[in-house]
């Protein structure tokens, strides 16, 4: 494959040379004196009026039979003592926060802030609980303080924790079906993206204070190429391919290439990725849809300065370059790429 340098960052590239690979109801009246006149004529007992004893108790049954449906707490230990609950408030009343309320529903001063007036609501309910800052903290940021995370709002966050490498957090209601860890050049993981079946990816990396091992965010953690051991090792005369998602680079690879990308996908370019690519000669695999277009070009015009020859080609078949290699092309039937 004979690879040819961009010259100028022109939005419309040049054809390259003949050389170069392919690539509300209203309320009930109240009944009247009169209205309960007519009601103990018909026999009916009588409607309680203001001054007269309260009605009797209504039988055990109704009674367990209204909260089974309406949840009231006839049996309050059943509702809100579990292990999550009896967790959080612990943690908040072991930090000096001040507690208030009774029940499932409590208000406590935010650890993550100067709280003066309790802003954080505590809520328990089915099994979990609902923690929020009213002055706007992120429940991350409030789990924090107590190295907790958000798998520790559930009763049993051990099953939840220790499910495999296939669970994500509450907010993403599906397993992952893919983990693409992020490895520096001394091989050490710095972390991972994982996709769940309906392409949603969160970000974790590791940390030994937190109970589960891992931190779902990655704050100030360096960012780098996926798989960037694999890329500097490759000698110098090989062609290097950027694209948009780790699925991409995986594919390239079965074919035989040498493929990166940067982590989250398009628009998430940084300039600090391009030093491992100077003096490479390289190839940015844009996706076929507008964001992918102009992610590629931002891509091209980081790396240019840097590269031998950068160009930009996109799948002949289907929307990258994974579905262009399932539909039987190869990695010379890329095309150039055309605005």
């Known amino acids: 494959m004979t690879i040819v340098r961009l010259s100028a960052p022109e939005r419309t590239p040049a054809a390259p040379p003949a050389t170069a690979c392919r690539v509300a109801r209203r309320p009930r009246r109240r009944d009247t004196g009169d209205a309960a006149g007519a009601r103990a004529d018909a026999g009916a007992a009588p409607l309680p009026t203001r001054g007269t004893a309260p009605l009797a108790q209504p039988p055990a049954e109704a009674a367990a039979s209204r909260a ?10 059943v509702l809100h003592d579990g292990a999550a609950f009896g967790r959080i408030i612990a943690a908040l009343e072991g930090r000096g926060c001040r507690v208030t309320g009774s029940g499932r ?10 709280d003066r007036n309790p802003s954080l609501s505590v809520t328990y309910a089915a099994g979990r609980v609902l923690v929020h800052c009213h002055a706007g903290c992120d429940t991350d940021d409030v789990l924090a303080v107590f ?56 970000q974790r990396r590791p940390d030994p204070y937190s109970r589960s ?61 391009a030093e491992p690519l100077a003096g490479r000669d390289v190839l940015v695999v844009a996706d076929r849809d507008e964001p992918g277009r102009d992610h590629a070009w931002q891509v091209l015009t980081s790396i240019r300065p840097v590269t031998r020859s950068a160009w930009i080609v996109q799948a002949a078949a289907g929307k990258d370059a ?18």
Request: aromatic share 10%; hydrophobic share 35%; net charge negative.
């Open 68 to 77: 089974s449906v309406t949840r009231r707490r006839v049996a309050p230990d």
């Open 105 to 114: 529903q409590r208000q406590a001063q935010c650890p993550a802030h100067d």
């Open 147 to 202: 190295s907790l995370t958000r798998a520790d709002l559930y009763d049993a966050p051990a099953q939840r924790r220790d499910g495999g490498d296939d669970w994500m957090p509450a907010d993403c209601c599906h397993k992952a079906i893919a983990r693409y860890p992020y490895i520096d050049e001394h091989g050490e993981l710095l972390y991972e993206v994982l996709r769940c079946a309906h392409k949603q990816f969160r």
């Open 213 to 273: 091992g891992w931190r779902w965010r990655l704050d100030d953690t360096r960012r780098i190429l996926y798989h960037l051991p694999q890329l500097l090792a490759a000698p110098g005369s090989a062609c290097i391919f950027i694209t948009e998602g780790e699925k991409d680079v995986h594919a390239l690879e079965a074919a035989g290439e040498v493929a990166t990308c940067p982590p989250m996908g398009a628009g998430k370019w940084r300039p600090e990725y």
């Open 322 to 339: 994974a579905d262009h290699l399932a539909a039987g092309y190869g990695v010379c039937d890329l095309t150039w790429w055309n605005l």
